[in-house]
């Protein structure tokens, strides 16, 4: 395998950086993140113009081809600009999912429209009683009609479609549907809104078997850890530049050790979670066998690594990591809802296992 990315790879990963400083700065973020969705439309089609909404799907149905590798690439310069709205939603998640679970007709119905930056989507996955292991799933769909409850759905109230994980298979509810009700929650995370979605014998079109879901929740898997690390190297880069200016005693307090310590424990942890995603975007890229286990991970790592890389960050501003006009604690939000989504540390572990041990026998 190569441990570099070629040429079109860093131009990409370049355009994309210049592409969120320039579209989506900060005074930006903290503008979507006050209004109910956090979603600009203006922004949504600047950004499928750029091919960002069709990024992994194939050019059949209007995308533009790319692999994993690419898409963990954009999802990174995402999590540095801590880009709010339905992006990772949309394209990593549901995108994903209909492209691994859905027939041919399907996918010209729902996943054109997705590519060409039209329609945003969501999927529902959790319930009260359930982990990301699926397990436990109570809901099922009867006669083309589902009734339950999912929560922590992610940009639900801009989605124009929503696809229901049930017992049965992955079912797609358009968001004017009768017995659909989108309820915000209350999230850790203000540029990525949560919500409950409530059916009541809602209409709902059966698009394919819960077999492909591994895949398509791996590769969502691999672009929530790429934006992770997006945002603890901007967390790095901020916190190095407060600590190359904030004097004490008359000098940059990053001359002190214990400060120096600090910057080095997060670099250390941003490096090593970058090159685990990357890795994990390749095994899925190339198909090889070790793919889940790599994701996971990948996972585990990052999950630990963000919450330790923002911890660090507010220590070293001291009393300004907790103010609101300090960005800092935006970004530790964003990791520390994250670190939970698609299955935490200890969620991973367990799937590392049961891997090793299905492995040895």
Known sequence: MQFGLNESQE????????????????????????????????????MAEQGYTGIIFPEEYGGVGL???????????????LLPGPLFSTVALAGATINAVADHEHKREYLEPICAGDARATVAILESSTSWDLGELTMTGVNGKLTGEK????????????????????????????????????????????????????????????GGLAKAFDIATTALVAEMVGGMQRTLDITVEYAKTRKQFGKPIGMFQAVQHQCADMYLETESSRSAA???????????????????????????????????????????????ENDIHL????????????????????????HAIDNAV
């Not at 579209?23 to 203006?42: K, S």
């Not at 899925?284 to 790599?294: H, K, R, S, V, W």
């Not at 299955?343 to 590392?352: C, K, L, P, S, Y």
């Open 11 to 46: 131009l990409l990963k370049s355009n994309a950086r210049k592409f969120f400083a320039g579209e989506c700065p900060m005074d930006a973020v903290r503008r979507l993140m006050e209004t109910e969705t956090a979603y600009d439309p203006q922004l949504w089609a600047k």
């Open 67 to 81: 692999g994993t590798v690419e898409l963990a690439l954009l999802t990174e310069e995402a999590g540095r600009a």
């Open 151 to 210: 929560l922590f759905v992610t940009d639900a109230a801009v989605a124009d479609f929503l696809l229901v994980v049930a017992r049965n298979g992955v079912f797609l509810v358009h968001a004017k549907a009768p017995g659909l009700k989108i309820t915000p929650m209350l999230g850790m995370d203000m540029t990525r809104k949560l919500y409950t979605a409530s059916f009541s014998e809602t209409p709902a079109e059966k698009v394919g078997e819960t």
């Open 278 to 324: 990357y890795y994990a975007a390749w095994t899925l890229q190339e198909g090889t066998p070790e793919a889940p286990l790599a994701v996971s991970i990948a996972k585990m790592y990052a999950s630990d690594a963000a919450r330790n890389v923002g911890n660090h960050g507010i220590q070293v501003h001291g009393g300004m990591g907790f103010t609101w």
């Open 331 to 354: 970004f530790y939000r964003r990791a520390k809802a994250s670190e939970t989504t698609l299955g935490d540390a200890t969620f991973h572990r367990a799937r590392i296992a049961r």
